[in-house]
């Protein structure tokens, strides 16, 4: 009776001891957050936001982003379907909450599948900035 109950507390601890395995490993997978450096976070975009930005940054995100973030910039590009994590959707509340810094930053330095973007002009990059910060009233 005694050897039994130990038997069941043995295998409730192992059954225990895997589920927590399982959701660490589950964790390690998910991406982590990514989040630019303070210095960064802090740039502003040196270019107005205005209609001409704007389009400009609508010009060079047609040339170079939809292919994998679509052309509303919903993070739905033919390319996205081979892809994990997903292009980030620029409409999102979490890439609309990204400072114009931060924005720069990541298109410039890219992670993953997201290519860096560093070798276009800086003009165009904070044009794109502005570009994905106007989609938010849409
Ligand atoms: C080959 C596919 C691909 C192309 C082309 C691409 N991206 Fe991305 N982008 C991604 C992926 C994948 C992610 C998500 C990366 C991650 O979270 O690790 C991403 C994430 C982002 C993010 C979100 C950062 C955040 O806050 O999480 C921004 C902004 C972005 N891309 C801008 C651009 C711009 C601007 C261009 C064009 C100049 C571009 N991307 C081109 C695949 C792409």
């Given at each position: 009776?005694?050897?039994?109950?130990?038997?069941?507390?043995?295998?409730?601890?192992?059954?225990?001891?895997?589920?927590?395995?399982?959701?660490?490993?589950?964790?390690?997978?998910?991406?982590?957050?990514?989040?630019?450096?303070?210095?960064?976070?802090?740039?502003?975009?040196?270019?107005?936001?205005?209609?001409?930005?704007?389009?400009?940054?609508?010009?060079?995100?047609?040339?170079?982003?939809?292919?994998?973030?679509?052309?509303?910039?919903?993070?739905?590009?033919?390319?996205?379907?081979?892809l994990n994590p997903k292009p980030a959707d620029w409409t999102s509340k979490a890439v609309q909450d990204d400072t114009d810094g931060e924005l720069f930053w990541k298109i410039s330095t890219g992670r993953g599948a997201m290519p860096?973007?560093?070798?276009?002009?800086?003009?165009?990059?904070?044009?794109?900035?502005?570009?994905?910060?106007?989609?938010?009233?849409?």
């Open positions: 009776m005694v050897t039994g109950v130990r038997r069941a507390a043995r295998l409730v601890g192992t059954a225990l001891g895997l589920a927590a395995l399982i959701s660490m490993a589950a964790l390690a997978a998910a991406q982590a957050p990514w989040t630019a450096p303070a210095g960064e976070k802090e740039k502003k975009n040196p270019l107005p936001a205005d209609a001409q930005t704007i389009e400009q940054g609508r010009k060079v995100a047609q040339v170079n982003c939809v292919t994998c973030h679509g052309a509303k910039g919903k993070g739905d590009g033919a390319a996205s379907v081979a860096a973007w560093r070798h276009l002009p800086e003009k165009d990059r904070w044009a794109l900035v502005g570009y994905i910060h106007s989609l938010a009233a849409k």
